[in-house]
């Protein structure tokens, strides 16, 4: 199955792995507890982001 998310907290909630698609070009794949990470997600919002930490779940917001 394929599925294309642009809101990485509810991709967070409901799958184990992912395909993050940079800017450039370039590409990052595999399980997203080791792909999403605030500067991943900085290079593709192109804004800073913050990790939180909701007991389990990692949510990402914009960092101002």
């Known amino acids: 199955n ?16 992912g395909l993050l698609l940079l800017p450039d070009g370039r590409h990052r794949h595999g399980p997203l507890d080791e792909i999403v990470t605030a500067d991943s997600l900085e290079s593709v919002y192109g804004c800073a982001m913050r990790e939180v ?10 960092d101002d």
Not at 5 to 16: E, K
Not at 53 to 62: D, S, T, V
Request: no cysteine.
């Open 53 to 62: 930490r909701a007991g389990e779940r990692r949510l990402f917001i914009p």
């Open 2 to 17: 394929l599925f294309v998310l642009h809101d990485i907290n509810l991709t967070l909630r409901y799958f184990s792995h």
